[in-house]
């Protein structure tokens, strides 16, 4: 089995930050890509930001420039660290990742279980 486990997130004013931090766990042999993905009430699930083995990073639009991703091979963990957060940024952060549990086995994508980020006006 593969857990993703979120930690962070809560509620802050517009303007503020706040980090979120998510860790695989389990039968894991490569972490190819993890990411973090959001949905706003009455909204699709929608990209945020995803970082490759190697430290290659995307972002959507929306957050470039305020949010940054990173991740810590070693410990199988994703963070994001959210500044200048704004109200349109409320959503529920999951996290994502694209294991592979054996050699030869094929990628897998896990989700976390999700963390309500709340920004207040």
């Known amino acids: 089995q593969v857990q993703l486990v979120e930690s962070g997130g809560g509620l802050v004013q517009a303007g503020g930050s706040l980090g979120l931090s998510c860790a695989a766990s389990?039968?894991?042999?490569?972490?190819?890509?993890m990411g973090w993905y959001r949905q706003a009430p009455g909204k699709q699930r929608e990209l945020v930001a995803t970082?490759?083995?190697?430290?290659?990073?995307n972002y959507a639009d929306s957050v470039k420039g305020r949010f940054t991703i990173s991740r810590d091979n070693a410990k199988n963990t994703v963070y994001v660290q959210m500044n200048s957060l704004k109200p349109e940024d409320t959503a529920v952060y999951y996290c994502?990742?694209?294991?592979?549990?054996?050699?030869?086995?094929?990628?897998?994508?896990?989700w976390g279980q999700g963390t309500q980020v709340t920004v207040s006006s």
């Open positions: 994502n990742a694209l294991i592979t549990r054996q050699a030869m086995d094929i990628i897998r994508a896990y």
């Open positions: 389990g039968s894991i042999f490569k972490i190819n890509v």
């Open positions: 970082v490759t083995s190697d430290g290659s990073t």
